[in-house]
């Protein structure tokens, strides 16, 4: 594992632990209606992103290990630029069904890292 991918790895766990945090006891219904709710959801996934796509340029490796690696990053990518298109059941459906995961895997990580 690279000297950054720690660091990385730490602010992708931080930002999805806020997600699961945030929405805990709500429902897709509270998310649509709370726009400080979505803002807040969409901004650690923006983090999210980012710190993956630095985590891919700068240990593609450990990167790699994460599913969906490239899949968080284009999520990033659409949140930024197509603000217009964002479809709020996906994103309750990311939250709901590959935060879980990206939590457990970020945590292994984590764990093995030296």
């Known amino acids: 594992m690279q000297p950054k991918a720690p660091k990385l790895l730490e602010d992708i766990r931080d ?4 997600i699961g945090e945030a929405v805990r006891g709500k429902g ?5 209606r709370d726009r400080l709710l979505r803002q807040a959801i969409e901004r ?3 983090i999210i992103g980012e710190a993956m796509n630095r985590l891919a340029q700068h240990d593609p490796d ?10 968080i990053i284009d999520f990033r990518n659409l949140l930024i630029h197509g603000y217009d ?3 709020h059941r996906l994103v309750w459906s ?7 995961v990206l939590l457990a895997e970020v945590g292994a990580l984590l764990r093995a890292a030296p």
Do not use: C
Request: no cysteine; proline share 3%; hydrophobic share 40%.
């Open 44 to 46: 650690n996934f923006e």
């Open 28 to 32: 897709l219904a509270d998310y649509e």
């Open 15 to 18: 930002a999805a632990a806020f």
């Open 62 to 71: 450990t990167a790699g290990r994460i599913s969906k690696h490239r899949r």
């Open 85 to 87: 298109l964002i479809d």
């Open 94 to 100: 990311t939250i709901d069904e590959e935060v879980p």
